[in-house]
């Protein structure tokens, strides 16, 4: 094929702490094939698993030459598994939901997300929902920042790094992209993606897509159902004039995965599952237990250079996310609890009588919870000589609703209904409910940069400083609940600077020094949460203090067009680290956040890659990290005194591994691509055992799991560009593991205290990686 103009994402400002404030991009002449109708060049190192870097902080990213070969029922976080100090746990095979993420001993709630550089993640349970940002199609590049997020980056809570995605531009040609996947579990995707191309002289193009997927779930009955839209509109005039609009929509319902204690796991194994059947009584009946993930995304980025040394960056963005979350549960049928009052007979038909005699109503317990936020990110940079200042403002706004309902159960299964509607109110007309909270947040944030370049460029000094403001109210109309009312007033001021020398065209060293916070996660942190099975709160809000971390890096690159390098050491120390747990409400199958503050962190290690360009068609890939991070403090806990009175002592876990925190990973990638016809890649991934306990007596053993694409891609037929088949086998070993812990304990054994109180065993839940799974696409551009 002629050699043709080939665009690649640049990876942020060389040797600044901001990132890139429009997205850039460099013209690249490829003669070795060219760009495929799915977007890959075969040019990045690593088969797409290592493109350059030039920020003077520890980033990676993968671009469309690995994106495109992985499955497409995947997402961003599944797409950046390999890559050094990320740790992916998927629950399913094929990467549909239910993912974790942990980088240097940060769970994802520590990590930004940003999309088109807006942050896409829920705003105050920091869940980034992944699986419904973008189909894997549409994605461009995804860009990992481990340990440093950027200075006008719009988070608040990434503490532990920086994850942002970008999606393709639109085709300056008239056409689209068909892609048909099918394989094992009954999966499915059909994928249509069109191209206005340039129209007419107008300036602007854009495409817009829409997706169907489902599968079953791999183990257990139930399964998923998505619909996706995307769309991305460009324009773009003058001297880097553009405005951007990338607009949208998920409708998504998956079935709920039980997770295993250690004990479950031992007796069952992959068999703890949501039952198939129902019966009176049967709260894990499957179609109980699900959640839906719907969103509604609206990002305008705009980019104007008002003179010829002075531009502004203006983002806007409107985000709706909503639920619901349902759960089984059995319930009272009279003398139960609304908040703190207790209720009389609810007068509902289908009751059952227990084993302890009670009479009881199965019923479905609906969170339909509900989340807006509308937001706008503005800099502006002036450019003297060598010199850049740069000022930027954010203002977000978020409205948080959600009332959490019970609906009965007929004797087939069916709940009078599962999205909030027909729940069953008291004699007075209220609703029953757990909690019925109303959540405000706003954050304004202001920062100030200023970049110096000398020595022709070589070498960059950049400075910076943010002050972050965020402000919460909430409010719980549940009887009983107290405070009624809660606020949250979160001020900190947050340095950063960063220096990078470029000691020879190919070699580049930096080093930075990097603040960060994290404001308390989860509307439960601010409020009570009642169950009618309880006459009083199931979980309390805590005290909770900001995190923070301060966070120093030194780091060297080498990339000389074959052999690609980065290496770097890294500092971490946090204060007020609020371990996020995942609990059940107690008799019920509903999942809730609970923060629980440990104290201080620290975490240091190294963490490298290394990947070569296309040589003789192969790119091999390899990355690795090496962890020690380790609690500073002395854990507080709930403990029984001698007296058989209930106190608070504490364990002796100052000096213990963090949960969660593996101290080795690794992986190893081989791609082929002939650029023509044959295609293929292998990938390895190792993760060290994890602890889930703060004693670390309790822990999950290191895995390994392994996937394969082949591929081939057909010569033109007609108006069709590029058809290809493509094969993916992902855990071609069908290790049957537990991935990842979900939630955390104390200690599962029966401890003293420091002070000789008695500390109960708890009993953590796991997640279960996903078992072998073949998926076949067909695809062609036209």
Do not use: C
């Amino acid at each position: 094929m002629p050699a043709q103009p080939v665009r690649h994402a640049l990876n942020g400002r060389a040797g600044s702490v901001l990132g890139p404030s429009v997205p850039q991009t460099e013209e690249i002449s490829v003669s070795a094939g060219g760009r495929h109708a799915d977007g890959t060049t075969n040019t990045t190192p690593g088969g797409g698993l290592m493109p350059v870097q030039t920020a003077p902080r520890s980033q990676s990213g993968v671009t469309r030459d690995w994106i495109a070969k992985q499955p497409q029922t995947g997402n961003i976080s599944s797409m950046i598994a390999n890559l050094p100090g990320v740790v992916y746990a998927s629950q399913s095979p094929l990467g549909t939901a239910g993912d974790h993420i942990t980088m240097r001993g940060m769970n994802e709630s520590q990590i930004g997300y940003l999309f088109e550089g807006a942050p896409l993640a829920d705003p105050i349970n920091y869940e980034p929902y992944t699986s419904m940002l973008v189909d894997t199609e549409n994605l461009g590049s995804v860009t990992v920042s481990q340990g440093a997020p950027d200075l006008n980056a719009p988070l608040f809570n990434a503490v532990g790094g920086q994850i942002s995605a970008t999606e393709m531009n639109p085709s300056h040609k008239y056409g689209g992209f068909l892609s048909l996947m099918g394989g094992t579990h009954s999966a499915n995707k059909e994928f249509l993606r069109l191209d206005t191309g340039d129209i007419g002289n107008t300036g602007i193009r854009g495409f817009a897509s829409f997706s169907y997927l489902s599968n079953n779930n791999w183990r257990g009955p139930g399964g998923l159902t998505r619909y996706h839209v995307d769309s991305k509109f460009v324009k773009e005039w003058g001297d880097g004039n553009s405005i951007t609009a990338i607009f949208g929509f998920n409708r998504q319902e998956q079935t709920s995965w039980r997770e295993p204690t250690a004990a479950q796991w031992r007796q069952y194994g992959t068999g703890l599952n949501y039952t198939p059947t129902y019966y009176p009584g049967n709260s894990t009946y499957y179609k109980l237990n699900f959640g839906d993930l719907n969103s509604l995304d609206v990002i305008v980025p705009m980019h104007f250079t008002l003179a010829h040394d002075l531009t502004l960056n203006v983002t806007p963005y409107f985000v709706h996310q909503n639920g619901p979350s349902v759960g089984g549960e059995n319930i009272p049928a009279s003398g139960g609890y609304y908040g703190t009052m207790q209720y009389g007979d609810l007068n509902q038909p289908y009751s059952y009588v227990n084993a302890s005699g009670q009479r009881m109503l199965t019923t479905a317990g609906v969170d339909p919870w509900n989340q807006k936020t509308g937001a706008i990110n503005t800099s502006i940079d002036w450019t003297t000589g060598i010199n850049t200042l740069s000022f930027g403002y954010w203002y977000s706004y978020t409205m948080h609703e959600e009332l959490s309902t019970f609906s009965v159960v007929d004797p087939s299964g069916r709940a009078a209904n599962a999205y909030g509607r027909y729940p069953i109110t008291l004699a007075d007309g209220s609703i029953l409910s757990g909690y019925n909270l109303n959540f405000m947040q706003q954050v304004n944030a202001l920062y100030l940069a200023d970049t110096l370049r000398l020595l022709n460029d070589r070498l960059v000094l950049s400075a910076g400083f943010r002050a972050a403001m965020v402000y919460r109210q909430g409010t719980n109309d549940v009887p009983g609940a107290a405070p009624y009312k809660t606020t949250g007033n979160y001020f900190e001021p947050l340095p950063q600077f960063a220096a990078s020398y470029q000691v020879t065209p190919h070699d580049q060293i930096y080093l930075n020094g990097t603040t960060a916070f994290r404001a308390p996660e989860s509307v439960e942190a601010y409020s009570q949460i009642f169950d009618p099975n309880a006459s009083h709160a199931v979980e309390q809000p805590g005290s909770l203090k900001s995190e923070y971390t301060i966070a120093e890096e030194i780091g060297y690159r080498h990339a000389d067009g074959l052999v690609n390098f980065q290496m770097s050491f890294f500092n971490i120390n946090l204060t007020n680290h609020q371990i996020t747990s995942s609990a059940y409400i107690p008799n019920t199958n509903m999942l809730i956040s609970e923060p629980i503050n440990v104290g201080g962190q620290t975490s240091r290690g190294v963490q490298g890659e290394i990947g070569l360009k296309p040589w003789h068609h192969v790119s091999p890939y390899v990355s690795a990290q090496y962890l020690h991070s380790t609690m500073d403090n002395n854990v507080p806990v709930s403990a029984t005194n001698a007296a058989g009175q209930s106190v608070i002592d504490y364990l002796p876990t100052a000096g213990k591994t963090t949960v969660g925190a593996p101290k080795v990973t690794a992986a190893v990638g081989l791609a082929y691509d002939d650029n023509r016809r044959f295609f293929g890649n292998f990938d390895l991934r190792y993760v060290g055992s994890q602890y889930s306990t703060f004693m670390n007596d309790q822990s999950i053993p290191g895995y390994v799991v392994s996937d394969i694409t082949l591929g081939y891609r057909f010569p033109r037929v007609g108006r069709l560009k590029g058809p290809k088949v493509q094969l993916n086998l992902v855990n071609i070993g069908n290790n049957l593991y537990r991935s990842a812990p979900g939630s955390y304990a104390a200690t599962a054994r029966t401890q003293k205290g420091i002070f000789g109180s008695s500390v109960a065993a708890g009993s953590p839940v796991y997640l279960t990686g996903g078992n072998f799974a073949a998926l076949v696409t067909l695809s062609t551009g036209f």
